[in-house]
């Protein structure tokens, strides 16, 4: 699937890989669920594309998702975890960048550690795997020739380490965790760590425990993160509500508090992000009638 952008448009969404704004950069993201029996470990596969004109800069502001990725780029390997804050990254003339993403948590069998360690930062695959290990690792994925050949390289050494570290076994924390994940991102009338501790018969210290060592974040993060990709889907998508009801269908008290949370997140005000995004559709639209 394919999400391309014109490089005109200042603010867009492009879900997939967590963009919510853009500028003087065209980008474009494939994605590759995982169809082998790693699914359990890995997500998805990812490439992004990108696109500046000549001579100039470009940035895309991204939000973060409850996940760790392995990033190839510039030859290297490196594992980034969670980013709590929005990020933006500034490109340049043409390139790409392929990676992994994990199921939520499930890193920490082909990492080591916890999960709060790679937080807000990246580290390179080295200092888990060995030099030696992830010089192999990054040789063969620079000789492969497309994405179906790098995903079947990054299948193969996942599968080597997963023997090394615990074989076949599955850690019961990472299914319990797993689940809890995805009923917060599925359940939409959950918006309070309480309703997500009666649902999981946690304590909500046991849960922060639980989310801290294998997601590196806390469970009221990330219901704040679920809220406002919502919020931003339905922006995107046009919908014609009020803020009021999309605060309250949220679980916010009242708009204020939800507007204060969207521009911290997202970096600009509903109400702007809804009209570049405007914008954004009818510049595409002017673009494919053109192509």
Not at 242 to 267: C, K, M, N, P
Request: charged letters at 25%.
């Amino acid at each position: 699937m394919q999400y391309p952008v014109p490089s005109d448009t200042n603010w867009s969404v492009l879900p997939a890989i967590g963009i919510v704004g853009m500028r003087n950069v065209r980008i474009s993201a494939d994605r590759h669920p995982c169809g082998s029996e790693l699914a359990d470990v890995i997500d998805r596969f990812w490439t992004v594309r990108w696109k500046v004109p000549p001579g100039e800069q470009g940035s895309a502001v991204f939000i973060g998702h409850p996940e760790t990725n392995l990033v190839l780029g510039s030859g290297r390997v490196s594992a980034y975890g969670v980013q709590r804050k929005r990020l933006t990254v500034r490109f340049s003339g043409t390139g790409s960048a392929f990676g992994m993403a994990f199921r939520p948590g499930a890193a920490l069998g082909l990492l080591g550690g916890t999960a709060v360690q790679y937080t807000d930062r990246s580290r390179p695959l080295a200092e888990s795997w060995g030099t030696a290990e992830v010089r192999r690792f990054e040789e063969a994925l620079r000789a492969a020739t497309d994405t179906g050949s790098r995903i079947a390289v990054v299948e193969r050494h996942v599968r080597a380490r997963l023997r090394m570290s615990h074989g076949e076994e599955r850690d019961q924390g990472l299914s319990r965790v797993e689940e809890i994940v995805d009923m917060m991102r599925d359940e939409q009338s959950i918006t309070r760590v309480s309703e997500v501790c009666r649902h999981s018969h946690l304590s909500t210290r046991s849960l922060q425990r639980l989310f801290r060592h294998y997601l590196g974040i806390s469970p009221k993060w990330l219901l704040r993160q679920y809220r406002l990709q919502t919020a931003a889907a339905r922006l995107a998508a046009g919908l014609p509500q009020r803020w009021t009801e999309i605060a309250v269908d949220l679980g916010y008290f009242d708009e204020s508090h939800f507007a204060r949370d969207f521009t911290q997140i997202v970096g600009v005000t509903p109400s702007s992000y809804a009209r570049n995004r405007v914008r954004a559709s009818t510049a595409a639209a002017t673009a494919e009638r053109a192509a």
